[in-house]
């Protein structure tokens, strides 16, 4: 048998196990260039690379033709708003599950349980254009949905863990940008796919099947190709000591974390105003007169720039660390640009400037979700990767709930004649309300990061203190030198 291959600052010694139960850290060595390959190979062979884009095509595949849906299958505003809204009520609850699934279960386990659930839910929906027998296609295409809903738990807790098990310390957060970015590619799929293939209510039952294909193509691809959870020997020595903690310990690490729960907190309401926007985007703007065709660019541009920020912003503190201060920056800009939007989709006419607006928020915003799941591992080590990242987006789709729930609670019908494109047979909604309150809430979440949000970086620390090589690339990545001394386990 050929010796075992040797990761980029890989280790030496027996492969910990799946839980990485808590020893001394191992010695450091120099990488391979065909190593560096083979975790290439498994970023993308990894449906943490695949999974993600399939499973927002079927989250928002509805929204972008909004109006046209609820005309095709009778349904209300409030029962389409569910077939988004449903992805974030169920992930609450089965959240906690996904994370202890990811940290004691394993990652190859809870790609392919989403794999199947995906899967699944994509058929299920499918079945109202399918069979004519059925009289309820509100309930076949929100058990589709719920069940779709649960398979994003399990995958998108899933980059921070990734990175850490695959990658070495210089490499993690550009592992973690691309996967969690691979989420947003699936919403750019939906905003552009779902337009274009939705002319008339006819071509309804196209669109649901085309959107099959690929939910279909990722269970396939890991019912066969998943072997391994983890390298046989850890790629840095924060990965020997992941999740060192058993899970109800290291929630109670995190419980007792000021600086997580801050992050937690702020962070997630920053997910559920972006959740909100991309399911509600297509209402805000149709009220004004533009298309759905339009909105779906909106949409698109939103997520393309999204991602080329996420990139820029994860080579960036790959190199320099400075995870805090780009993530207060990113949140800030942020904020501006979320009150340009409330104020500018109140009129009409203003096809360049929404554009600009869309692309702008995209490219702020997307770029600071993969640092604060580095963030979040950081401030919380030596506590899984899974519950520290996990727990951040199951907080952020309750607050997402409550945010959406309460956008819509706040519009009012408007009986005078308008400009409206939209087509669901109703008067248009006014959304002005609604989008000052939303710009308002991603306000408050960067004040309150930027002024009460402090943290050493717990990992480069340990990961220092075990190889003094890599002190020096770790120790400027703070600019208060005790951000670096020794702390207990994730208690601030």
């Given at each position: 048998m050929s010796p075992p291959p040797v990761l980029p600052s890989g280790v030496t010694g027996e492969h910990p196990g799946p839980h990485r139960t808590a020893g001394p850290f191992v010695s450091l060595r120099p990488a391979s260039p065909a190593q560096d390959g083979r975790q290439l190979w498994w970023l993308w062979c990894l449906p943490p690379g695949l999974m993600p884009p399939c499973i927002p095509q079927l989250w928002l595949s509805f929204a972008p033709v909004a109006d046209t849906i609820a005309q095709h299958f009778g349904l209300s505003t409030e029962q389409i708003n569910w077939l988004s809204l449903v992805y974030l009520v169920a992930s609450i609850p089965f959240g906690v599950v996904a994370v202890w699934v990811l940290d004691s279960v394993g990652l190859r386990w809870a790609i392919l349980l989403s794999a199947w659930l995906n899967f699944?839910?994509?058929?299920?929906?499918?079945?109202?254009?399918?069979?004519?027998?059925?009289?309820?296609?509100?309930?076949?295409?929100?058990?589709?949905?719920?069940?779709?809903?649960?398979?994003?738990?399990?995958?998108?807790?899933?980059?921070?863990?990734?990175?850490?098990?695959?990658?070495?310390?210089?490499?993690?957060?550009?592992?973690?940008?691309?996967?969690?970015?691979?989420?947003?590619?699936?919403?750019?799929?939906?905003?552009?796919?779902?337009?274009?293939?939705?002319?008339?209510?006819?071509?309804?039952?196209?669109?649901?099947?085309?959107?099959?294909?690929?939910?279909?193509?990722?269970?396939?691809?890991?019912?066969?190709?998943l072997w391994e959870s983890a390298p046989p020997t850890p790629p840095?020595?924060?990965?020997?000591?992941?999740?060192?903690?058993?899970?109800?310990?290291?929630?109670?690490?995190?419980?007792?974390?000021?600086?997580?729960?801050?992050?937690?907190?702020?962070?997630?309401?920053?997910?559920?105003?972006?959740?909100?926007?991309?399911?509600?985007?297509?209402?805000?703007l149709c009220v004004n007169g533009y298309s759905d065709e339009f909105a779906?660019?909106?949409?698109?541009?939103?997520?393309?720039?999204?991602?080329?920020?996420?990139?820029?912003?994860?080579?960036?503190?790959?190199?320099?660390?400075?995870?805090?201060?780009?993530?207060?920056?990113?949140?800030?800009?942020?904020?501006?640009?979320?009150?340009?939007?409330?104020?500018?989709?109140?009129?009409?006419?203003?096809?360049?400037?929404?554009?600009?607006?869309?692309?702008?928020?995209?490219?702020f915003g997307f770029a600071v979700a993969p640092v604060a799941m580095e963030l979040a591992v950081e401030c919380s080590f030596p506590v899984g990767e899974g519950a520290a990242a996990g727990l951040l987006f199951v907080l952020g789709q309750a607050e997402g709930v409550l945010?959406?729930?309460?956008?819509?609670?706040?519009?009012?019908?408007?009986?005078?004649?308008?400009?409206?494109?939209?087509?669901?047979?109703?008067?248009p909604l006014d959304w002005k309300v609604s989008m000052l309150l939303m710009a308002g809430l991603c306000v408050l979440f960067s004040c309150l990061m930027v002024l009460f949000f402090h943290t050493p970086y717990r990992r480069l620390q340990a990961e220092a203190d075990a190889n003094p090589s890599i002190q020096e690339d770790t120790c400027p990545a703070t600019s208060d030198p005790s951000d670096h001394a020794p702390h207990p386990a994730a208690t601030l």
């Open positions: 699944a839910g994509s058929v299920i929906r499918s079945l109202p254009c399918m069979l004519t027998s059925i009289h309820d296609p509100f309930a076949f295409l929100l058990g589709g949905q719920s069940l779709c809903a649960l398979a994003q738990t399990l995958v998108i807790f899933s980059p921070a863990k990734l990175a850490a098990l695959w990658f070495p310390e210089h490499q993690r957060a550009t592992a973690n940008m691309i996967g969690t970015m691979s989420n947003p590619l699936g919403l750019l799929v939906a905003n552009l796919l779902s337009p274009a293939l939705v002319k008339k209510e006819e071509d309804i039952p196209v669109m649901l099947g085309i959107y099959t294909i690929p939910a279909g193509l990722a269970f396939l691809l890991a019912t066969a190709c840095s020595a924060g990965a020997a000591h992941s999740t060192s903690e058993k899970f109800l310990d290291g929630l109670k690490l995190l419980a007792r974390n000021k600086a997580y729960i801050i992050l937690a907190v702020c962070f997630g309401g920053g997910i559920g105003i972006f959740s909100s926007f991309s399911a509600l985007l297509e209402q805000v779906g660019l909106c949409g698109a541009l939103f997520i393309v720039f999204g991602v080329l920020g996420a990139l820029a912003l994860g080579l960036y503190v790959d190199r320099t660390k400075h995870f805090t201060g780009a993530i207060k920056i990113g949140l800030c800009l942020t904020s501006l640009v979320c009150v340009a939007f409330a104020l500018v989709s109140q009129l009409q006419g203003q096809t360049v400037a929404l554009a600009a607006i869309c692309s702008l928020f995209g490219f945010i959406m729930m309460l956008l819509a609670a706040l519009t009012v019908r408007r009986a005078e004649p308008s400009f409206s494109t939209c087509q669901d047979g109703q008067d």
